[in-house]
């Protein structure tokens, strides 16, 4: 299972291209951190994102909503402002629905793969936001009995069309 592990951790910055060895040794502890929880709150998913990206930015921006505006593929993030309030509506729905997925086991992954997408549209830190949100999408996989999934840094473009499915489906809304 470890290399399993190092090898979806190991994707996982691949796809941020961060390829140096302390920020997988980061990730390792982000990673045992996180897998101990049993369920997501506001103060796990800040340490969470604290051990992941120490050293790696501003004092005040690890661990922390970010206060600032951020660009994603060529569009404006959710405004920092509105980040705190949505992200304690996300996290009620990721623990709420990780027993609907633990229990509907044919839609389990698409529940999950949902709530990644939503997280990374809303994009609550300043950096970091990717590796955080796969770690915490394998958190609920392994919580809904499904099994880690790595997304491989070479076939990144076939994990950004979740994206783009998204960003079409608000779009029909507006």
């Not at 600032?68 to 980040?83: F, L, M, N, Q, S």
Request: aromatic share 12%; glycine share 6%.
């Amino acid at each position: 299972m470890d290399a399993f592990i190092n090898g979806f951790l190991r994707e996982s910055n691949a796809i941020e291209n961060v390829w140096d060895d302390e920020s997988l040794k980061q990730a390792w502890k982000a990673w045992r951190y996180l897998a101990k929880q049993k369920e997501l709150t506001t103060e796990n998913l800040l340490k969470t994102h604290a051990i992941l990206m120490i050293g790696k930015l501003d004092y005040d921006e690890i661990g922390a909503w970010r206060k600032a505006p951020v660009w994603i593929g060529g569009r404006e993030a959710t405004p920092w402002y509105a980040v705190p309030d949505l992200m304690n509506q996300w996290i009620k729905h990721v623990n709420s629905c990780g027993k609907v997925a633990k229990q509907d086991k044919n839609n389990a992954d698409e529940l999950v793969r949902q709530d990644h997408v939503w997280f990374e549209f809303i994009h609550p830190f300043i950096d970091g936001n990717g590796r955080v949100g796969r770690m915490i999408m394998n958190w609920q996989r392994l919580k809904a009995g499904l099994s880690l999934l790595i997304l491989f840094e070479k076939e990144k473009q076939e994990y950004y069309k979740w994206f783009e499915r998204k960003e079409s489906n608000e779009r029909k809304r507006s």
